[in-house]
């Protein structure tokens, strides 16, 4: 899986865990009407929540440093690019030069 699709995923469950703690507040107050506690249920229903959301933005984080890597990857294969092109500029000068003698000596 894409680290994108990771957090879509992960979202998705969030809103389901959301659903589900919603469905079992509603059947808690429709079966114990007069009851001002939470039930076990619907506090593991709301833990399950947090736990989503928990998992959610630790794939966005994870996500958000990998873009990061991946930045400082490119960064690092433009700073090697530019000096192998330096170092070739050099070079070429280098034979430049040494053609240039020998074409003197010749002449001379």
Do not use: F, M
Not at 28 to 35: A, G, K, Q
Not at 56 to 67: C, F, H, N, P, T
Request: net charge positive.
């Amino acid at each position: 899986l894409k680290p994108g699709k990771k957090v879509a995923e992960a979202q998705k469950k969030v809103e389901e865990a959301k659903k589900k703690a919603k469905d079992q507040k509603e059947e808690d107050r429709r079966n114990y009407p007069t009851n001002t506690y939470k039930t076990l249920e619907l506090e593991i229903a709301e833990s399950d929540v947090k736990v989503k959301e928990a998992e959610r933005v630790e794939l966005v984080k994870e996500e958000a440093k990998e873009s990061q890597n991946e930045e400082k990857i490119k960064q690092a294969k433009a700073k090697v690019e530019s000096k192998k092109a330096e170092a070739t500029r050099l070079e070429n000068i280098k034979t430049d030069r040494k053609k240039a003698e020998e074409e003197a000596k010749r002449k001379a």
